[in-house]
């Protein structure tokens, strides 16, 4: 792997993960879910999964050739991501169900839960 493209990775990952920290920030204040800031969402979950799933395949790589074990602790860390990059996922759908409904209470808690999934997993992302 090309260490540009390894590092370039890495980035648009991190710039998903600050996209989706703050939309979600600005999500919990407001509780509305305009078209635009739930296309934003989307999006960034969809390069987090895509951008994970290559770092992935590099690390795999990595150790692969490197003749040292593919599966380690790194490995749980990332599969407990990709657990919770589905949760936020579900917490997102609901919560924009929620706001369409009018419930803005309940679409703010979801949103709020959703923050605490995003620093969680961004926690984990440092200990890969
Ligand atoms: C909630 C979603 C996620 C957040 C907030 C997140 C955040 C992070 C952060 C902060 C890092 C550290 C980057 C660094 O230290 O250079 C990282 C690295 C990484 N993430 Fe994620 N991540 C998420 C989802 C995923 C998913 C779903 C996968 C895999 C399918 C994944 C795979 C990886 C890998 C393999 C690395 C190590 C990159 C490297 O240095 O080689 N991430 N992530």
């Known amino acids: 792997m090309l260490p ?5 990775m890495v980035w648009i990952h991190l710039l998903a993960m600050g996209t989706a920290l ?3 920030l600005a999500l919990v204040m407001s509780g509305e879910n305009g078209g635009a800031s739930g296309k934003l969402l989307n999006s960034a979950v ?4 895509l951008t994970g799933a290559l770092l992935t395949y590099v690390r795999f790589q ?20 990709l657990l919770l ?3 936020l996922g579900a917490f997102f ?11 803005q209470n309940s ?6 839960a959703s923050l ?5 997993a961004s926690l984990l992302g440092l200990l890969v």
């Open 4 to 8: 540009w493209l390894h590092i370039a």
């Open 22 to 24: 703050g939309v979600t």
């Open 46 to 49: 969809g390069f987090l999964l």
């Open 62 to 81: 990595g150790a692969l050739r490197a003749g040292v074990p593919v599966f380690d602790t790194s490995s749980l860390l990332i599969a407990v991501k």
């Open 85 to 87: 990059l589905i949760a």
């Open 93 to 103: 759908g609901i919560a924009a169900k929620k706001g369409r409904a009018g419930e």
């Open 107 to 112: 679409a703010r808690g979801l949103y709020l």
């Open 116 to 120: 605490a999934v995003i620093a969680l």
